[in-house]
């Protein structure tokens, strides 16, 4: 955690005007959600009811290819406009909701459902924190 | 642009009722759009304005992982819902835009922000065209 | 095809050498690969025999994830060094093979899985002419 | 750290073997290496030397893609087969390596260069242990 806030301290150009706390938050929450939505995908994959649970495979794969495209477009920062980080955090915003709405339900019976719902929560708020701080 | 059409005519579950057209052509254009812009920083990177053509670089780079993760997601279809699809395309469209912008004051000096503004307005738009869909 | 050779035309600065029409060929088929074997992991997880396919699955994604990678070191070029690009590709030759070697079985049974062993096989064969005259 | 090593401990179904705090070692120490190149990229380009820092950015853009796609192919294991982990992990030193070259360099007079270097060392060498238990 510290590294990364470390990290963008040492961006000194960014001109959003957000909490460098704030954005180091969310890009470890979405690096923690790629991480975990990636491994409960194959959790899943590897039971014996993956056809019962493809939408939640689906949905994870989803997830982690926007948290991931969304942590790099958050990294790199957003000059004048904020429009494409802001899109960007509300499109990834949905696919957590949407991978943590399965995975929940799942939790009690797979670990890595339960982690994966953690995760997902965290990054869903994490970017919902950014946003706000974007039209401050 | 043929085995394209073909990919999404063997898939035979998805609910989203958006014709595989479209669905073939936006995903094409996104994945010349990912490959046009990841070109174009390069080229600008290694002139000897990187320093001037500093937003457009990272413009570009923010385009090709956001057009990455998008060609996934539209592959992946949507099930029941299209919320995610949809804001993912949002996105997109932005990320695009945003790229092109920069990209089509160039065009005259450098061949490859020619090729990528091309390829972005080209992709932004099978995009729009897709979200129609969606919505119809 | 027409538009990745002259990406890779007006990019002027490259110096590994190698014929600009192999790279542009390996590019697309890298594209063509990554959109395949993503659409034909949708399509297995779709089916009925999820639980059975599992193993193609993992491969399908292994190699999108791969060939995406894959395709934008090629595309930044190498500079004087080649290692990473020859190790780079060296890899995805293997997913491709890993993935094509499952899917080209279940060819017969499923239409994803012939289009994706097709463009696995292009792709490995594709990685591998670079690898070449990279060695030349 | 602790929430990467409970996911793997989540995933039963690995055959290769490997002891999991390594493998979880290695997937946070790539995740933070991601971060940091893509950081310390967008760092070099907004600095006043983006025309002489080229090589160093177009080596952390590399190696961001890199260590992103070798995390994915780690978190999923490999079945009976390493042949494809290990090729990769392979690649993914080298990205690692030839970053590090170059930042390490720049280190004194960025920051951002600083945290890049020492994390493309840590991630190359918890690369290394994989590789090795691979092999044991």
């Known amino acids: 955690m510290l590294q990364t806030r470390e ?3 040492s961006l000194a150009s960014r001109t ?3 909490d460098n706390q ?3 938050t969310a890009a470890d929450a979405l690096s923690a959600c790629a991480q975990a939505v990636t491994a409960c995908a194959v959790g899943m994959l590897a039971g014996k009811e993956a056809d019962e649970l493809r939408d939640a495979i689906n949905r994870d794969l ?3 290819d926007v948290a991931c495209a969304t942590r790099r477009v958050l ?3 957003t000059g004048a406009d904020h429009g494409l980080l802001a899109a960007q955090l509300q499109a990834c915003v949905m696919a957590c ?3 943590h709405e399965l995975c929940a339900r799942h939790a009690p019976r797979h670990e890595h459902c339960r982690l994966c ?3 997902t929560e965290r990054a869903a708020a994490a970017c919902r924190e950014v946003i706000r701080s974007l039209r401050a």
Chains 1, 2, 3, 4 share one sequence.
């Open 7 to 9: 990290l963008f301290d």
């Open 16 to 18: 959003d005007h957000v």
């Open 22 to 24: 704030t954005l180091a």
């Open 62 to 64: 989803n997830c982690s």
């Open 75 to 77: 990294i790199r920062g």
């Open 97 to 99: 909701d949407d991978s």
């Open 117 to 119: 719902s953690e995760a």
